[in-house]
């Protein structure tokens, strides 16, 4: 029985395709890396450099956050060890105490004196 004229074809296409498969894999050291190097270079490094960037923009907002943190947080503290103290607790009561009176008597010198006589009896709204 003879071979169709199609098994030459598949033969032949059979040994092209033996022919470049070899052929990759003899040049496979210098194609690789190259194809390693370009991924990292546009799938890795590009991002990577464009992070950065956007990172070293926002860095100059981020410290002054940073620093008002800080800031803040140390003045709380002080805050705190000051009410810790029986001290200072007195005397912001004093203080209180006196800031109180004070108000009093402002509110008591802006009322009619009892006993003036130019103050008007009020009418008495009572209709019994």
């Given amino acids: 029985m003879k071979n169709p004229p199609s098994a030459g074809f598949w033969s032949s296409f ?20 190259l194809v390693l190097l370009l991924q990292i270079t546009f799938l890795g490094l590009r ?21 008002n943190s800080k ?24 203080q209180w105490y006196r800031e109180y009176e004070d108000q009093k008597s402002k509110l008591k010198a802006q009322l009619p004196q009892e006993g003036e006589g130019n103050s008007t009896p009020v009418p008495s709204t009572d209709s019994r």
């Fill in 71 to 94: 800031v803040d947080k140390e003045r709380e503290e002080r805050t705190n060890k000051a009410w810790q103290d029986p001290m200072f607790k007195a005397r912001k009561e004093r």
């Fill in 47 to 67: 991002p990577a450099l464009q992070e950065r960037s956007r990172l070293a923009a926002e860095r100059p907002e981020v410290e002054a956050r940073h620093f």
């Fill in 14 to 33: 059979n040994k092209s395709i033996r022919r470049l498969i070899s052929s990759c894999l003899h040049w496979a050291p210098l194609w690789a890396p």
